[in-house]
């Protein structure tokens, strides 16, 4: 049976949460690196962190946390709240952002700078928690970029193996056999690799865009 849904007047009631790790070369963008350095693959890091934080601070929310593994720097735009990560896993880190929120929450990950506000209109709509208990963002390498929920109770996320070509999946059913009625937000690619900064820079016009298209040019150099 499906959990009473929170009472909530659309996504005035909501609690935005942005996971992410503070931007430092060798600890972020790993996978970047050729053919960029660690301290370019850092910078789109950084690019890709703030145009994320640009897009959740133009949402209409109650709440933006930034949930940081790290230290805030200059990049954090104003209206933040920062919160450390706690330890563990990513699947522990997750459940521990949903356990600072004390009403209906929708976490983003720091990995798709092409985001904007219209795929998550429908979370943020007027009956956005009254037609659903779970949003789901899926993510073209079998995660997922965005997760919601109505009752943001940590043991719906704790223990889903994360990282890995199912984990979309694997929470999705976690989902499912919790009870919850579940929809689906559009499909996006993270930037994990060369190739996917290159295709997502060139559908974007943000930092994250202008920043790849500098680096590219030292790198074709």
Do not use: N
Request: aromatic share 4%.
């Amino acid at each position: 049976m499906s959990p009473p849904r929170v009472p909530d007047a659309g996504g005035s009631g909501t609690t935005a949460l942005v996971i992410a790790k503070e931007p430092v070369p060798g600890r972020v963008k790993t996978r970047l690196t050729p053919p960029f350095t660690p301290v370019e693959a850092a910078r789109l890091a950084e690019a890709a962190l703030v145009d994320t934080l640009t897009a959740v601070a133009a949402l209409p929310v109650r709440r933006r946390v930034l949930v940081l593994d790290g230290r805030p720097g200059p990049w954090l735009p104003d209206g933040y709240e920062v919160l450390p990560q706690c330890a563990g896993g990513l699947d522990e880190r997750i459940a521990g952002a949903f356990e600072a929120c004390d009403g209906p929450a929708l976490l983003v990950g720091m990995d798709t700078p092409q985001l904007t506000a219209a795929p998550l209109a429908p979370v943020l709509a007027p009956d956005g928690w009254s037609v659903c208990d779970a949003w789901f963002g899926p993510a073209a390498d079998g995660g997922f970029w965005a997760l919601g929920l109505a009752d943001p109770d940590p043991d719906l996320v704790r223990g889903v193996p994360m990282s890995t070509e199912h984990t979309g999946a694997r929470q999705r059913r976690r989902l499912l056999d919790a009870g919850l009625t579940v929809r689906d937000l559009p499909v996006l690619r993270d930037v994990d690799t060369a190739e996917d900064a290159a295709e997502i820079a060139a559908r974007t016009d943000g930092r994250f865009a202008a920043e790849h298209a500098r680096l590219r040019q030292t790198v074709l150099r």
